[in-house]
């Protein structure tokens, strides 16, 4: 199992930003899909999950009418677009993939928000 993110950088306060998570090794189409984020000094934090056929998805109360998780099992791709962005979202983030227990991590992709 792979999980590589990829497109975060800085950004000003009420950009946007569309991250990717690029997996490989598993039945990727078959699996909900999942992005976290984890800010210096605290704990890693759920920002939304995507059902497998991209038709169920939910968000953390703070990411709701900002971010839009979805995905593409052709590509073996998930998407986080990220719009109006604030200073508190700057962290690093991640996709995870829960596959028969075992929890999978990509190596994660900073987005710094900042004027």
Not at 18 to 43: D, I, N, V
Not at 56 to 64: D, G, P
């Amino acid at each position: 199992v792979q999980l590589v993110e990829s497109g975060g950088g800085l950004v000003q306060p009420g950009g946007s930003l569309r991250l990717s998570c690029a997996a490989s090794g598993f039945a990727f189409g078959t699996y909900y899909m999942h992005w976290y984020r984890q800010a210096p000094g605290k704990e890693r934090e759920w920002v939304a999950t995507i059902g497998n056929r991209g038709r169920t998805t939910n968000y953390a109360e703070s990411m709701k009418g900002r971010f839009t998780i979805s995905r593409d099992n052709a590509k073996n791709t998930m998407y986080l677009q990220m719009n109006s962005l604030k200073p508190e979202d700057t962290a690093l983030y991640y996709c995870n993939a829960k596959i028969r227990l075992v929890n999978y991590w990509g190596q994660g992709t900073q987005v710094t928000v900042s004027s």
